[in-house]
């Protein structure tokens, strides 16, 4: 199964007047779609614009994984478990909410912030808070947490990848233009920024990038096989 959301199929969000402007892909907040609850262990992927001097004051998180990729810009963060730091483009953040913390997130540049948000489910609820920063991300990142794998993929025009073969496949195109390729007369859909593609039939499905592109895919197990 291969489901296609275009970016302006998006739910919109945030509090534009005050500066923040968001686009949830999966039932988020006020916005509530009983068949659209997640994904795998994707609860959420946000796409955040704030302009300079905006931002989410102080609030509660738990039992998420957090994970946040910085397009343009600088995001300020700070949690009570005592973390502060400034992440840039290239840079993934992740926060581990556990059984509660607080943070604050805000651009305090002078330039416009845009930044991919993505919550997950963990396998086991509570423990403790837990923060880091990879800086300079290329290639994949693991979340055992969450029993999945976040790769960074940023192709050349004319270069194709294989999709990872998992339960479930999440793609997010950042920018560029990629088409998703999986039969044998080579045809496919074309995703450009903001457009993600859900599969749950991966095996020997590829994505070539139509031009220069920055794409996010999510490697994520069935939590149910996980849970037992």
């Given at each position: 199964m291969t489901r296609i959301q275009r970016a302006a199929e998006r739910y919109p969000g945030g509090e534009p007047a005050a500066g923040i402007e968001t686009?949830?892909?999966?039932?988020?907040?006020?916005?509530?779609?009983?068949?659209?609850?997640?994904?795998?262990?994707?609860?959420?992927?946000?796409?955040?614009?704030?302009?300079?001097?905006?931002?989410?004051?102080?609030?509660?998180?738990?039992?998420?994984?957090?994970?946040?990729?910085?397009?343009?810009?600088?995001?300020?963060?700070?949690?009570?478990?005592g973390h502060t730091t400034v992440v840039r483009p290239g840079d993934l953040q992740r926060l581990g909410s556990a059984g509660g913390v607080r943070h604050v997130e805000r651009n305090d540049a002078d330039v416009p912030l845009v930044f991919v948000q993505m919550w997950l489910a963990p396998l086991t609820p509570g423990g403790d808070p837990s923060y880091e920063v990879v800086r300079a991300l290329d290639g994949a990142y693991d979340l055992p947490a969450a029993d999945a794998r976040l790769h960074v993929l940023r192709p050349a025009a004319g270069e194709r990848t294989a999709i990872p073969d998992a339960d479930f496949a999440y793609v997010h195109v950042v920018r560029g233009t990629v088409v998703l390729d999986g039969d044998a007369l080579g045809s496919g859909d074309e995703l450009g920024p903001g457009d993600a593609a859900r599969i749950t039939d991966a095996e020997g499905r590829t994505l070539a990038a139509t031009t220069d592109a920055e794409v996010l895919i999510w490697e994520m197990s069935d939590w149910r096989k996980a849970l037992g």
């Amino acid at each position: 199964m291969t489901r296609i959301q275009r970016a302006a199929e998006r739910y919109p969000g945030g509090e534009p007047a005050a500066g923040i402007e968001t686009r949830h892909a999966l039932s988020f907040g006020p916005y509530y779609d009983p068949d659209n609850l997640r994904f795998g262990a994707l609860l959420a992927c946000n796409e955040e614009r704030l302009a300079p001097g905006a931002g989410f004051d102080e609030h509660p998180h738990s039992h998420t994984e957090i994970v946040t990729w910085i397009v343009e810009g600088e995001l300020t963060h700070h949690d009570t478990a005592g973390h502060t730091t400034v992440v840039r483009p290239g840079d993934l953040q992740r926060l581990g909410s556990a059984g509660g913390v607080r943070h604050v997130e805000r651009n305090d540049a002078d330039v416009p912030l845009v930044f991919v948000q993505m919550w997950l489910a963990p396998l086991t609820p509570g423990g403790d808070p837990s923060y880091e920063v990879v800086r300079a991300l290329d290639g994949a990142y693991d979340l055992p947490a969450a029993d999945a794998r976040l790769h960074v993929l940023r192709p050349a025009a004319g270069e194709r990848t294989a999709i990872p073969d998992a339960d479930f496949a999440y793609v997010h195109v950042v920018r560029g233009t990629v088409v998703l390729d999986g039969d044998a007369l080579g045809s496919g859909d074309e995703l450009g920024p903001g457009d993600a593609a859900r599969i749950t039939d991966a095996e020997g499905r590829t994505l070539a990038a139509t031009t220069d592109a920055e794409v996010l895919i999510w490697e994520m197990s069935d939590w149910r096989k996980a849970l037992g």
